[in-house]
């Protein structure tokens, strides 16, 4: 069998044997809770400082709280009930983003000084959004903050009659109002732009998942899974951790091909590789090598928990429902062995390929352990020359 190792290309493997498609909802919903909650805190802050300055009495600044405890313990609902899964991410952008209005107009209701910061956070609220939630819908909800505004200038209008708080309200909701539309505007060529790298992003992530899977099978493929092991090589020589490799062959494939066509076969292989992948562990990488032949590296491992891994993947394959005339053929022959520090690739694979092949002589349906011998460089060539 021939071991070709000549990618140039150095690929980090993957530390899920199975890629896990989609997004990381966990962590996403982590980096939203702190951005919200940084940009919440810069509004607390300031009103905080309005207060120790005695232009606002602490009752508003207790309020304020009390808005921010329970909209954080709505959204804290809608995340831990998974509701937020039922619900469009711009959605649920834009209800965070209006909530965050109405508490700063209550705020601005209660202390009408605080219209001074009305302003720059709606924008900074509006920006929390731009990126997610359409322009429309944004234009949409500052023409229900400038009517609701408004509102809170006619209120204070009525509750302390007085021509200077009128028209220095008049004059913030006029200020707010040509500027908010006109930035959610401009800031609409920054959102498409914004998202054509998002989905050129995403298409060259596909490209180069694809170029790390197997077509077929879904798994890693040769070019990858040979990567991986000259890497994981490297970091064992250079960490001193310790690393294992099996070889996996199924056994008389080629009579299955004969005996029950290629199409069957296939279906063999794809069977094959979801059973292995499903029984490897987190930080196992698996990859088919070619034809029937795969090979599953074991970071940082040791020779027991991955012969366990093996072993417990061959028990899985031959007791697999396969269907048909499939039921009882199909088993697989393992070699594993323990990588030796200083040796080559070539010399590491080859071990655990003749446990494979020694599986195969044995009678096939078992796993082989190559127990690793330490090198002596003293029997090595050119110290025996020197010598």
């Given at each position: ?14 530390r ?15 980096r ?65 983003v ?7 107009l ?8 605080t ?29 229900g ?38 930035f959610?505007v ?56 310790p ?5 996996l ?26 059973i ?9 990488v ?10 599953l ?91």
């Amino acid at each position: 069998m021939e071991f070709d190792d000549s990618s140039s290309v150095a690929v980090r493997p993957a530390r899920r044997a199975m890629d896990g498609m989609g997004p990381q909802g966990g962590q996403s919903a982590v980096r939203q809770w702190l951005h919200a909650g940084g940009l919440i805190s810069l509004y607390v802050l300031a009103l905080a400082g309005f207060a120790a300055l005695g232009v606002v009495e602490l009752p508003v600044l207790a309020a304020l709280c009390a808005l921010v405890a329970v909209g954080c313990g709505v959204f804290w609902v809608v995340f831990s009930t998974g509701l937020y899964k039922k619900v469009r991410h711009r959605h649920l952008k834009l209800a965070m983003v209006a909530t965050a209005m109405a508490a700063m107009l209550g705020v601005a209701y209660l202390a009408p000084v605080t219209q001074i910061l009305l302003a720059p956070f709606a924008f900074v609220a509006v920006a929390y959004g731009i990126f997610t939630v359409p322009r429309t819908a944004l234009l949409a909800l500052t023409g229900g903050l400038l009517a609701l505004y408004a509102g809170v200038v006619g209120l204070h209008a009525v509750q302390q009659p007085g021509s200077a708080l009128l028209r220095l309200g008049m004059l913030h909701w006029l200020s707010l109002a040509l500027s908010l539309p006109a930035f959610i505007v401009l800031m609409g060529r920054v959102q498409r732009l914004y998202r054509s790298l998002y989905h050129a992003s995403r298409k060259i992530k596909n490209i180069q998942e694809d170029a790390q899977r197997d077509p077929l099978l879904g798994c890693f493929n040769r070019r990858y899974i040979l990567a991986a092991l000259e890497e994981q090589k490297q970091l064992a020589d250079e960490s001193g951790i310790p690393l294992c490799l099996a070889v996996l062959d199924l056994d008389h494939f080629k009579r299955i091909n004969d005996e029950l066509g290629h199409l069957e076969g296939d279906e063999v292989l794809r069977g094959f590789a979801r059973i292995a992948q499903q029984g490897v562990r987190g930080g196992d990488v698996f990859g088919r090598y070619g034809g029937e032949e795969f090979l599953l590296i074991f970071p940082a491992t040791t020779l027991l928990p991955a012969l366990n891994t093996c072993e417990r993947i061959r028990a899985q394959v031959e007791n697999h429902a396969w269907s048909g005339l499939l039921k009882g053929r199909v088993t697989v022959s393992v070699g594993v062995t323990q990588y030796v520090m200083g040796e080559s690739v070539l010399e590491f694979f080859s071990r655990a390929d003749t446990a494979m092949y020694l599986a195969k002589e044995g009678g096939r349906n078992q796993v082989v352990v190559e127990e690793p011998v330490a090198r002596d460089d003293s029997l090595l060539p050119e110290a025996a020359g020197a010598a």
